[in-house]
C-alpha cells in the first residue's frame, strides 16, 4: 500500500512540474475562426414559413454566438498566459 501511495505522489509531483512555454499553447480550432454566416432568405412570406425561418435563425444566430464567445474566451487566456510568462521578448 505504500508503495501504491509513494508511486501516486511521483505521478502528481512530475505532473506538476511541466511548464508551458510560449509557443506550446493548444491551436484554436478553425471552427471557431469562421465568420458567421449570413441569414439565409426568406423563401415566402407565409406566416408558417416566417416562424421556421426565424427559428432556424435564432439557433444558428445563438451556435455562432457561443464560437465567438468561446474563441474570445481561448484569446483572453492566452493573453494571460503570455503575460505570465513574461510578455513579448
Do not use: N
Request: net charge negative.
Amino acid at each position: 500500500m505504500a508503495r501504491l501511495l509513494i508511486g501516486i505522489s511521483v505521478l502528481f509531483l512530475s505532473a506538476c512540474a511541466v511548464t508551458t512555454t510560449r509557443g506550446d499553447f493548444l491551436p484554436i480550432s478553425e471552427e471557431k475562426l469562421q465568420e458567421c454566416p449570413l441569414p439565409s432568405q426568406l423563401a415566402s412570406g407565409s406566416h408558417s414559413e416566417v416562424e421556421r425561418w426565424a427559428v432556424e435563425q435564432g439557433f444558428k444566430y445563438r451556435e455562432c454566438s457561443s464560437m465567438q464567445h468561446e474563441l474570445a474566451e481561448a484569446v483572453r487566456l492566452r493573453q494571460k498566459l503570455v503575460a505570465i510568462d513574461g510578455g513579448d521578448k
